[in-house]
């Protein structure tokens, strides 16, 4: 199995900064690409920020400017920084990772059990 672990959510205030870690462990062969996704109350699971294995990285329009997101490779770990929160972005982060587990087989996606984040004052 593979299991991601997401850390760094939390309470911050409009304005402020918080960085996500999400770490995947277990069998891996390799992983070709790790995200963040995030649902809100009440509303639908929506991407955030995609990042490939080469690097390429790819942004929900909402977030473009804000966040960062980065791929520690050999420790299998994505981060996203998040400044200049708002209210908005305030909602339960995922992570996912699309890993081979053994040389050969086919990529799956896993995901993580989410980290809260609240941007309130």
């Known amino acids: 199995q593979v299991q991601l672990v997401e850390s760094g959510g939390g309470l911050v205030q409009p304005g402020g900064s918080l960085r996500l870690s999400c770490a995947a462990s277990?069998?891996?062969?390799?992983?070709?690409?790790m995200g963040w996704y995030r649902q809100a109350p009440g509303k639908q699971r929506e991407f955030v920020a995609h990042?490939?294995?080469?690097?390429?990285?790819n942004y929900a329009d909402s977030v473009k400017g804000r966040f960062t997101i980065s791929m520690d490779n050999p420790k299998n770990t994505v981060r996203l920084q998040m400044n200049s929160l708002e209210p908005e972005d305030a909602a339960v982060y995922y992570c996912?990772?699309?890993?081979?587990?053994?040389?050969?087989?086919?990529?799956?996606?896993?995901w993580g059990q989410g980290t809260q984040v609240t941007v309130s004052s």
């Open positions: 996912n990772a699309v890993a081979i587990r053994y040389a050969g087989s086919v990529p799956r996606t896993y």
């Open positions: 277990g069998s891996i062969f390799s992983i070709n690409a």
């Open positions: 990042i490939s294995g080469s690097g390429g990285t």
